[in-house]
Nanobody
Framework: QVQLVESGGGLVQAGGSLRLSCAAS????????MAWFRQAPGKDREFVAA????????FYADSVKGRFTMSRDNVKNTASLQMNSLKPEDTGVYYC????????????????WGQGTQVTVST
């Protein structure tokens, strides 16, 4: 059974940091593009960051560039999102996603999704 499980969410003050992790199981994800999306209360799910399977290229939403860093470990079958200088507008449920087929990295056309982890940034 293929699964993505997120961890590392929590409550943090503005300006603080959190590191989210995504543990993949069920098969090897080294051939998948992986991404993080988030959904704030009352808003649509939005793209946050992605990393390609080939070359490990990273892409970020403008709102998080310079503050968030996505990485992956193909040996451990994990992906991470280091979030620094957090702002209240970063609050939301963060989802890990993975896909093997070609589709825009920033779209939500991913094959596998985790259940999400809550990130709350207080003022």
């Amino acid at each position: 059974q293929v699964q993505l499980v997120e961890s590392g969410g929590g409550l943090v003050q503005a300006g603080g940091s959190l590191r989210l992790s995504c543990a993949a199981s069920g098969r090897n994800f080294s051939g998948d593009d992986m991404a993080w999306f988030r959904q704030a209360p009352g808003k649509d799910r939005e793209f946050v960051a992605a990393i390609t399977w080939f070359g490990g290229r990273t892409f970020y939403a403008d709102s998080v560039k310079g503050r968030f860093t996505m990485s992956r470990d193909n040996v451990k079958n994990t992906a991470s999102l280091q979030m620094n200088s957090l702002k209240p507008e970063d609050t939301g449920v963060y989802y890990c996603a993975a896909k093997q087929y070609a589709a825009p990295l920033t779209s939500d056309r991913y094959e596998f999704w985790g259940q999400g982890t809550q990130v709350t940034v207080s003022t």
